[in-house]
């Protein structure tokens, strides 16, 4: 039955799930609401709710428009529930503003099998990549995906490998400007945010283990599905799927560079696995199935919600 509602994309499921998201939202902000008694707490809470909700809709264009999934609503709903697995999430502006700048990055990326304005893509994708590292630093890790992207598309020029250097740059020459406009000590602020900590012993509490462990396992689900069903996707979507899978990594890979780590930090593998949770859903199978894997990703991800609230 559910798997019915959300098999097509209509402006019904969109609402739908834009209204799950506030309910979630608000259900997480009203718990404490020492934060009304600030302007500047107010707009910073409807930015990070803004922004989650254009991030949703980011990664549900990149699926439809490169041919990544069919015509479905389920990738709003993956990235709704993935993201309910973290919900301290609402209170972190920075990872949601990094995490829309590499959307916004990856959306660029994986439409460069177009071959259309490729230079442009290209450097957009640096440039984004670039500002997210200023929110969280380990980001810069994505410039990776640029070079592999180039690798696989546009290798041949030469200007296409100059490019992410002038987009630095343009990125280093903003931010200087604004260190010295607003006084902030840039030495300081990188050595800060470069930071490294590999210990993953964090957890506050059981069931934020609980949560890393289930949103863990669905990770792995996902991914073996897709490596699985690979070789059968259409040849010209190979390269897409090959760089969200690389998306994907690079994702845990901060996680585990990253210091001050918490779950928060998984926050960039959730539009790569929304993307890999679509594929795996629209898969040709019994229908009892579908329901049942979404039923128990439902179940999962309400579980891990509410009880660390």
């Known amino acids: ?148 992207s180039i690798i696989f598309h546009v290798a041949r020029d030469y200007r296409n490998w100059i490019l992410p250097f002038i987009a630095f740059f343009t990125t280093a020459t903003l931010f200087l400007l604004f260190s010295i406009v607003f006084d902030l000590d840039v030495v300081h602020y990188i050595t800060t945010n470069a930071s490294t900590d590999f210990k993953i012993s964090y957890f506050t509490n059981n069931y934020q283990n609980i949560a890393f462990s289930i949103y863990t396992t669905i990770a792995l689900f996902f991914l073996a599905s897709m490596l699985a069903t690979y070789s059968a996707k259409p040849l010209l979507t190979h390269a897409s799927y090959k760089k969200i899978i690389t998306s994907f990594f690079i994702g845990i890979v901060i996680f585990i560079f990253s210091a001050n780590k918490s779950n928060d930090l998984l926050v960039f593998t959730i539009a790569p696995l929304t993307i890999m949770a679509t594929n795996h859903i629209e898969l040709p199978q019994h229908k009892l199935k579908q329901e049942m894997v979404l039923g128990v990703f439902i179940i999962c991800s309400f579980f891990a919600f509410f009880s660390q609230l």
Request: net charge positive; hydrophobic share 60%.
């Open 1 to 148: 039955m559910i798997t019915s509602v959300f098999k097509k994309s209509t402006p019904l499921n969109f609402s739908l799930v834009v209204i799950l998201i506030l309910v979630f939202f608000s259900i997480y902000q009203f718990r404490d609401l020492s934060w009304v008694n600030s302007t500047v707490l107010i707009f910073e809470k409807v930015g990070i709710l803004l922004v989650t909700v254009f991030s949703v809709f980011i990664t549900s264009f990149i699926s439809k428009k490169n041919g990544l999934s069919k015509d479905s609503s389920f990738a709003i709903l993956f990235y709704f529930l993935l993201f309910s697995f973290f919900p301290s999430l609402w209170d972190n502006l920075n990872l949601i503003l990094a995490n829309f700048f590499v959307l916004l990055a990856l959306r660029r990326l994986i439409s460069l099998h177009s071959l259309k304005s490729s230079k442009e893509k290209i450097f957009d994708a640096s440039l984004w990549i670039f500002i997210a590292s200023l929110f969280h630093f380990w980001c810069i890790l994505y410039i990776v995906l640029v070079f592999i």
